[in-house]
């Protein structure tokens, strides 16, 4: 049986439930599934969207909302919070010397062709240090959690982590929804995400900035799977929504083409991924980027956030070396847990994995958004098969966990609730200081038994509530 | 302001204009095949015309039917200009500057494209068609209700009322410019019930059969008719109310930018055009003529803005 956040095996709600419980006790059911396709509405009115690819006819659909909260309590909190900023603080010192003196590799801590051979690793960086010394200013560290104590960290996304406006609408929902529930509850606000990361990411202006700022965000544009979001913290933070044909570089600067003429940027939050950021340093074939931005970033007349390079800190490869690394640049254990790895390109890994495929979750280095991956114990014989073939040929391309028993929290179903399993993924904001929006994105598989909660899987997502106290 | 959140601004409102105008045709091209006996292909072929895509429908359809005209206008992907095509792309553009967009303006625009999708999924009865019509009208009234009641009086604001005024002014003179001949005085000098029913019908395709009785007498006349649709500053959709709120919205980003283009000069001398000619000068000197004109700067002037604002480049 898997832990379940809101009931106790006896029945009896954990605490930081306890008073939401006792509030669910008293609704009528018909009246909460009339709220849920309320909530649907609202989603769909607003627009918050997102594209799935692949699905032709579905260019827009709607992340499925589930009204009922997942709670954490303050004391839960905290604990997670001082394992995120040791995390954090450990991936952007692990930038700065893999782009510095390698310190860790000297050390003998990871092996060098990880790095040197791995696509994330941009020897552009090489020797520059961005603005403030911050690599990866936004990061969304994905939590999972096995039992009353047991968190382990899924993943450090440190490159452009999405999800943070499903975030704020799902809190902005349940507010509207449900106003009695934070009376009731002391729930710490996240709505305040927007400005901190303004002025986060103000805070880091290149030396080149004369004066205020100017941030801008970067889209792919409007077929981007995220745009909602791209265009929902644009607006929230009150800065531009630029696309890379709205830039050029002009003397020495990244401008954008007003109504008034060209005018500059001083930082730029870029939601494009390093390799379309420039086609003069990266894909030259890329119509998303900016001809030139990284001699102007090189050159200190621009912040860009993340910093180009950042994902080989979050590689699936290097992931299997966070405790080791965590522990080389903070001097201490890690407070948070590795779910245990196999690195496939290691022989006696390989075989152990081979063994066990029934057993194991097996993962593309390089993949994300739970595609091209195996969960043993739910595929057929004949899928681990042929997965086994693949792994074969190309072991050094995936990664084995063991699958993890995910905590689960009820959802509300046509029925009453039933426990579904989920993760967590907080935000964390990097700037001369480590802020850790209380809260963050809870998705949930919404099907029985399911363990994958991406939602282009078929995942949902909840508010997630931590309590003061 | 960007200038591609500017260029989506301006394409935002002429869409929804022309959605509605669109509306409006079909409203007017129903209403005259009730009232007649005989077929009213020829009709339709009107409507079309007004509409710009007489041309376009010969490429997709063999035949002239009332049932294919109502859907090339209505629905069709093929035509651009059909009303959901415009919906589309108006909501489309709105999509891609909903930064500047209040939550209203843009909750309105989405609720429109969402209604109109799943009412326009199938090709429309004939028995549907009044709600239909009715539907696409209340949604426009939705989305202006929200973008005056709720925009900040700045630069998005002009250039949304830019984009809304140019397409007014293209659809108006293009409905005159078709039936320009029932309105000439030779022909019109005959003043039979049919000219009497084509009259009514390029009022109601700009919704002013009603409003043409406040500001003139009872009785249909070609002259009073063009000078409604063309001088008079009162009518919202005529050509001089059109120019009027497109200087003046021209003339508040000059003085915001301090700077002028070459489209404030085109829009203050059509304007000033439109103020003293009288509609007997128009008349002498031909209406067609007079009306191909207007169009083709008024065409001038929407790319002048284009190029002066930096839409593209």
């Not at chain 1, 700065?96 to 590799?105: R, S, V, W």
């Not at chain 1, 959802?411 to 907080?426: E, F, M, T």
């Not at chain 2, 630069?155 to 039936?179: C, P, Q, W, Y």
Request: net charge negative; hydrophobic share 35%; aromatic share 8%.
């Amino acid at each position: 049986m898997a832990f379940d956040e809101m009931i106790n095996a006896d029945s009896s709600p954990r605490q930081p439930y306890s008073t939401y419980h006792q509030w669910y006790a008293s609704q009528d059911r018909n009246r909460l599934i009339a709220k849920s396709k309320e909530a649907e509405t609202i989603f769909r009115k607003t627009g918050i969207t997102f594209a799935v690819y692949g699905h032709a006819d579905s260019s827009e659909k709607l992340i499925p909302f589930d009204l009922i909260p997942r709670i954490i309590s303050g004391r839960e909190w905290r604990r997670l919070a001082q394992g995120i900023e040791q995390r954090v603080i450990a991936l952007n010192a692990f930038l700065d010397d893999i782009y510095h003196k390698q310190e860790i590799i000297r050390a003998g801590r990871i092996p060098r062709e990880l790095i040197e051979k791995n696509d994330a690793f941009l020897p552009q960086m090489i020797g520059f240090r961005p603005p403030g010394g911050v690599y990866t200013h936004i990061v969304g560290t994905d939590i999972v959690r096995t039992g009353e104590d047991q968190f382990y960290v899924l993943e450090d996304n440190a490159r452009t982590p999405s999800g943070v406006s499903y975030m704020l609408e799902n809190r902005e929902t349940m507010m509207q929804m449900f106003p009695e529930l934070f009376h009731q509850n002391r729930v710490r606000p996240v709505e305040n995400y927007p400005y901190l990361l303004r002025q986060s990411l103000s805070s880091l202006a290149p030396p080149g900035c004369a004066g205020k700022p100017r941030v801008a965000v970067l889209t792919p544009g409007i077929y981007n799977s995220a745009f909602y979001e791209h265009a929902f913290l644009a607006d929230m933070m009150g800065v531009e929504l630029v696309e890379g044909s709205d830039l050029r570089v002009i003397d020495g600067k990244v401008k954008m083409r007003t109504t008034r003429g060209y005018e500059a940027i001083d930082v730029l939050y870029r939601r494009v991924d390093d390799d379309f950021l420039d086609p003069l340093t990266f894909r030259p074939d890329s119509a998303l980027g900016i001809p030139g931005i990284m001699d102007v970033y090189r050159s200190g007349n621009i912040t860009i956030a993340n910093a180009p390079g950042t994902g080989i800190s979050d590689d699936k490869a290097i992931y299997s070396y966070m405790p080791e690394i965590v522990e080389f640049y903070t001097g201490r254990k890690p407070l948070l847990e590795n779910v245990p790895t196999w690195r496939c390109s290691e022989p006696q890994s390989l075989k152990y994995v081979l063994e066990h495929l029934e057993e194991l979750v097996v993962k593309e280095v390089h993949g994300s958004g739970g595609y091209g991956m195996l969960v043993g114990p739910t595929a057929t014989k004949r899928e681990r098969a042929a997965f086994a073939e693949k792994l074969k040929e190309r072991p050094n391309n995936y990664i084995a966990q063991p699958t993890l028993s995910l905590s689960t929290v009820p959802i509300l179903v046509n029925k009453g609730i039933a426990p579904r399993h989920v993760d967590l993924r907080p935000y964390v904001l990097v700037s001369d200081k480590v802020q850790i929006i209380p809260g963050g994105l809870t998705r949930v598989a919404l099907k029985e038994g399911s363990l994958v909660v991406n939602s282009s899987q078929g995942g949902g997502t909840k508010d997630t509530w931590v309590l003061e106290d | 302001m960007l200038g591609r959140t500017a260029n989506g601004l301006y394409w935002m409102f002429r869409h929804i204009e022309r959605a509605e105008n669109g509306a409006r045709l079909i409203d007017a091209g129903l209403r005259m095949s009730l009232t007649r006996s005989e077929s009213s292909e020829g009709d339709w072929d009107g409507v079309l015309q007004s509409a710009g895509v007489r041309e376009l429908y010969d490429e997709v359809h063999d035949t002239l039917t009332s049932g294919d005209a109502i859907d090339f206008l209505l629905r069709d992907r093929a035509n651009p200009s059909s009303v959901m095509s415009c919906i589309e792309a108006g909501r489309h553009n709105a999509r891609m500057v909903r930064t500047a967009l209040t939550r209203e303006t843009w909750e309105a625009t989405n609720e429109c494209w969402i209604e109109m999708k799943a009412m326009l999924a199938k090709k429309a009865r004939p028995a549907d068609m009044p709600e239909i019509i009715d539907a696409i009208k209340r949604r426009a009234g939705l989305i202006r209700g929200a973008f005056h009641g709720t925009m900040l009086r700045n630069e998005i604001f002009n250039f949304s009322r830019i984009g809304t005024f140019i397409e007014r002014a293209d659809n108006t003179s293009r409905i005159l410019d078709v039936k320009y001949y029932v309105l000439l005085p030779a022909v019109s000098a005959v003043g039979s019930s049919m000219d009497n029913l084509q009259w009514e019908s390029i009022l109601r395709s700009v919704s002013a059969h009603r409003a043409y009785g406040w500001v003139y007498d009872a009785e249909l006349r070609p002259a009073n008719i063009a000078d409604f649709l063309i001088s008079n500053g009162r009518m919202p959709r005529s050509l001089a109310y059109c120019y009027e709120k497109i200087v003046s919205n021209l003339g508040y980003l000059a003085r915001e930018y301090g700077d002028r283009h070459a489209a404030h000069e085109t829009a203050e001398e059509t304007l000033a055009s439109l103020r003293s000619q009288s509609i007997s000068d128009i008349m002498d000197r031909g209406l067609h003529e007079y009306l191909e004109e207007f169009i083709s700067h008024n065409n001038r002037l929407g790319q002048e803005i284009t190029d002066g604002y930096r839409f593209y480049q």
